[in-house]
């Protein structure tokens, strides 16, 4: 497909410069819907790791502050810009990105973004970016009032939160504006973490001990992954700490049949086996042959094995085995609205649309998993959404419908008690946002029955 007018990698258009990139990025993740998972990875190919550096940061930074940064543009602008001169306006973005959050100096931002634009094929516009910038630079930001603004978030999700959540909003929204932390799973097959510690320590990595999770070790800084101590041969995974306590709350034990019905890519799946070697089997269920790729490298990696199956959990009856399992994990997808802090696109890629529909798949999901639960067994619904619609309100129509489900009062001392499951809100310098339930299964009842 050729590249329309204004985008990097034009026709007659050398290799594009950082900001054709990040254009490029931006510009996808807005009218295309493409996460920067997806659309920033081809970007930094050709790179060397300092411009890496540097567009990564652009892309996250811009996405992170687009409410905010959009906001001031708005404000700076005599008219909105034309739809065939949108490149201009991330180019925009961008520029207020770095002059108000980078240690880029004003006068070189300026030069890039006006160079940027004419590289873009918008010459005639280059006098209306060097303005907007020249200005912003001299008369700084103009400061926002509306807490939405503050924190940089749609206004959908910041009423909805303080719906939810009417003393912790701002908190929430804050914390989701910082540079999450980089947490690791030490394998506790091959080695403690108290030992795993001394390597990082000899490595010259600093980290400490999670608070809440027995396997996990935060960094005081993040690395590639290749330079930390025996990540190849599976010594330790890349897991923040809210998705490791889901280990504990299976309550797993040798001899068990275990489904991890939502898998990929395999986080949780992996965390299983290293906590219980002894199991009868694990099945790894996803219904995305691509993600369940990274589950196969995972466990490659961790040299963990279990059974991986590509199919819908909705249709469980097709698939699962009809003996059952003593324990199931749905670790559902969902907003993902926890972890917004480590995918700032979330807040340009979710609708509020979207919330409704997940909550009827997160139920179906339950209701046709549930026959597959062994009597005496327990399931555990997770998902990594901060919004009650999807977590107790989900397990309370569960139960509501559901005879034979009790809810298990969670002995933690993490996360807020919701009467349905316990909700972790995102913290600074702690765990992501997470929600989990967990639910028995009265013992006695056959599968039958169902
Ligand atoms: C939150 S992610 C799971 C993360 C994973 N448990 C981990 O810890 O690495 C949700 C997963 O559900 C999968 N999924 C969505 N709908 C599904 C369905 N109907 N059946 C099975 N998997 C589904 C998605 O492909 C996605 O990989």
Redo the contacts with the bound molecule.
């Keep these: 497909m050729t590249p329309p007018k204004g985008t990097p990698n034009g026709p007659g258009t050398r290799k594009p410069g950082l900001h054709g990139r990040a254009v490029r990025v931006l510009s996808q993740v807005v009218e295309q819907g493409r996460s920067l998972n997806q659309c920033l990875p081809p970007q930094l190919i050709d790179l060397t790791p300092a411009e890496r550096g540097r567009l990564q940061d652009w892309c996250f930074g811009t996405c992170r502050w687009w409410y905010r940064l959009n906001h001031e543009l708005d404000s700076r602008l005599e008219r909105p810009l034309r739809r065939s001169d949108m490149p201009v306006k991330y180019l925009l973005l961008l520029g207020l990105y770095q002059l108000r959050y980078s240690k880029t100096p004003p006068h070189a931002v300026l030069n890039e973004c006006v160079e940027g634009c004419r590289d873009l094929g918008f010459k005639p516009l280059t006098g209306l970016v060097n303005g907007v910038l020249r200005k912003a630079q001299r008369e700084g930001e103009p400061e926002p009032t509306d807490p939405a603004v503050i924190h940089s978030h749609p206004a959908w999700i910041a009423d909805k939160l303080k719906g939810n959540w009417a003393e912790q909003w701002i908190a929430v929204m804050a914390a989701n504006n910082q540079h999450p932390p980089f947490t690791l799973r030490v394998n506790l097959r091959q080695g403690s973490r108290e030992g795993y510690l001394q390597e990082l320590t000899d490595a010259g990595l600093e980290a400490e001990s999670c608070q809440f999770a027995p396997a996990g070790i935060r960094l005081r800084k993040a690395v590639p992954v290749e330079q930390l101590p025996g990540f190849a041969d599976g010594a330790v995974s890349v897991q923040d700490e809210a998705?490791q306590l889901c280990v504990g709350l299976l309550e797993l034990a040798p001899g068990q049949r275990v489904l991890?019905?939502?898998?990929?890519?395999?986080?949780?799946?992996a965390a299983i086996l290293e906590a219980e070697p002894a199991l009868e089997r694990l099945t790894a269920?996803?219904?995305?042959a691509d993600?369940l790729e990274r589950v196969r490298e995972n466990l490659h990696r961790l040299v963990l094995d279990a059974e991986v199956v590509c199919?819908?959990?909705?249709a469980a009856a097709e698939w699962a085995d009809p003996e059952g399992y003593d324990r199931i994990?749905l670790?559902?997808?969902?907003s993902?609205t926890g972890v917004i802090r480590r995918h700032p696109d979330i807040k340009l890629l979710r609708r509020e649309t979207d919330i409704a529909p997940l909550a009827t798949?997160q139920l179906s999901?339950l209701k046709a998993l549930w026959p597959f639960l062994k009597p005496g067994g327990r399931l555990v619904y997770a998902?990594?959404s901060v919004f009650p619609q999807e977590n107790s309100r989900i397990v309370s129509r569960f139960l509501n419908a559901t005879a034979d489900a009790q809810l298990v009062p969670l002995a933690v001392d993490w996360g807020l008690d919701t009467g349905y499951g316990r909700q972790l809100l995102p913290q600074a310098e702690g765990a992501d946002g997470f929600f989990y339930a967990c639910l028995n299964k009265a013992p006695g009842q056959l599968i039958a029955d169902h």
């Design positions: 998705a991890d019905a939502c898998a990929a890519p395999g986080g949780k799946t269920v996803d219904s995305d993600r199919a819908d959990a909705a994990l670790d559902a997808p969902c993902a798949l999901l998902t990594c």
